[in-house]
């Protein structure tokens, strides 16, 4: 069996890493023409789904090698005003594990170079008379696979072509997604697990990123990261654009300090996929962003995503091609209910949308 996965995100990279390990022939094609062609260093929480993939996909060194650069979300969550003047508590974490996305990434590229294709961005398939499918790129090339797998994140072509009518909303709640270097004064600021400071206009989390060993004194592979605080700041606007500086002028100085000293940020706006019905299993079959996007108020789509890698990688091991159908009947059942859930919590975090 020969599995094409597209798209290099941490879905489509644990399940390449869970079927080498057993021997099936993979080939990931990712559009972006390198490993760090874009900015993709915010912070993730890990969940036992999600840790639980990763122990069972990767060879133990690198499940390791995930364990030792990952960090500890411990402590309180205090809300406050824009003042920070606490008004409740989102309730003490115990034993919460953090990743940084980039640094997992590179993690799950380890091994992979001889199955990996960068610069190919997948545009269609075509299903052939003999059961196996071709997906072609822009680059004019193409391949032919027993399985096609959609880890295209959320703006998949492969969805597009196998579910043209599956629908992704945009909620109008647009983030900025920024990192500011953990300096003594910014962890007093989030001593304990995040602090979410819920202004007029505009909601700003807080998460430390502290790694428990630095990658890159792990292992020559992994970018040199230095600890950070990961911030987002959400604005109900549906504005194509937000002015941090303007929307906060008159917050608490620390927290204008933590945008101001910004060493990166990225605009995103938060879209949810619409459930899908039930579709007839065939050798095109998706995983991740690419059918369950959501918001990130539940913490959840990454670890949806290695949770589908985790289960497709078994029902392919286990029946072969025979096993989508079951993959995905159970995966649109947690998938989307965890779409659901992360969008009944999008207003604790965001209460100027109502
Ligand atoms: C601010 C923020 C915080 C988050 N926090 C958490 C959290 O705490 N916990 C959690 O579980 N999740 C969290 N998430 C969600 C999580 O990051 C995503 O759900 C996860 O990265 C999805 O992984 P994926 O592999 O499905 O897709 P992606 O990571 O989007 O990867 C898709 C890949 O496919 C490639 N690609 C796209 N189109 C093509 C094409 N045509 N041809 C070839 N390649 C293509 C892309 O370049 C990309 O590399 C957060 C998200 C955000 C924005």
């Known amino acids: ?46 969940n036992q789904h999600g840790l ?20 500890d979300q411990i402590g309180t969550r205090p809300v406050t005003d824009e003042q920070l003047r606490q008004t409740s508590d989102l309730g003490w974490v115990a034993g919460g594990t953090v990743a940084d996305r980039r640094v997992l990434r590179h993690v799950l590229l380890t091994g992979l170079d ?20 071709r997906a ?54 989030v001593p304990g697990a995040g602090k979410v400071a819920i202004g007029p206009n505009a909601t700003l989390m807080l998460g430390k990123m502290a790694f428990r060993r630095r990658p890159d004194q792990l292992a020559a592979q992994l970018p040199a990261t230095a600890d950070y605080l990961r911030w987002v700041l959400m604005v109900p606007s549906g504005q194509p654009t937000i002015d941090a500086a303007t929307l906060t002028a008159d917050w608490h ?56 890698a985790n289960l497709l990688r078994r029902k392919l091991i286990d029946s072969g091609r025979a096993g989508i159908g079951d993959y995905e009947a159970h995966m649109r059942e947690y998938g989307f209910a965890a779409v659901a859930a992360s969008l009944a919590a999008l207003p604790t975090f965001v209460p100027q949308l109502t």
């Not at 960068?118 to 059961?131: A, H, I, S």
């Not at 933590?258 to 879209?271: F, H, K, Y």
Request: proline fraction near 5%; glycine fraction near 12%; charged fraction near 20%.
């Open 114 to 133: 001889a199955d990996l294709r960068f610069g190919k961005q997948f545009t269609r398939y075509e299903e052939l008379p003999d059961g196996t499918v």
């Open 52 to 71: 639980q993939a990763l122990a069972d996909c990767l060879p133990p060194r690198l499940y390791e090698l995930v364990e030792s650069t990952c960090g």
């Open 253 to 308: 100085p620390e927290l204008r300090a933590v945008i101001a000293e910004q060493t990166t940020s990225s605009l995103i706006s938060i879209r949810s996929a619409e459930p899908v019905p039930a579709w007839r299993p065939g050798p095109v079959t998706l995983l991740g962003d690419a059918i369950h996007t959501m918001s990130p108020s539940g913490g959840s789509g990454g670890n949806t995503a290695l949770r589908d």
């Open 1 to 46: 069996m020969h599995v094409v996965i597209i798209g290099s995100g941490i879905g489509g990279l644990c399940l390449a890493q869970g079927l080498r390990s057993a021997g099936v022939a993979v080939t990931v094609c990712e559009r972006d023409a390198a490993v760090d062609d874009r900015y993709q260093g915010y912070r993730i929480g890990l």
């Open 136 to 189: 072609e790129f822009a680059d004019g090339t193409s391949t032919v696979a027993d399985v096609l797998v959609g880890a295209d994140g959320i703006g998949s072509a492969v969805r597009r072509q196998l579910l043209p009518h599956a629908v992704i909303t945009d909620t109008g709640v647009r983030c900025l997604l920024g990192r500011t270097e953990l300096t003594d004064r910014f962890a007093r600021l």
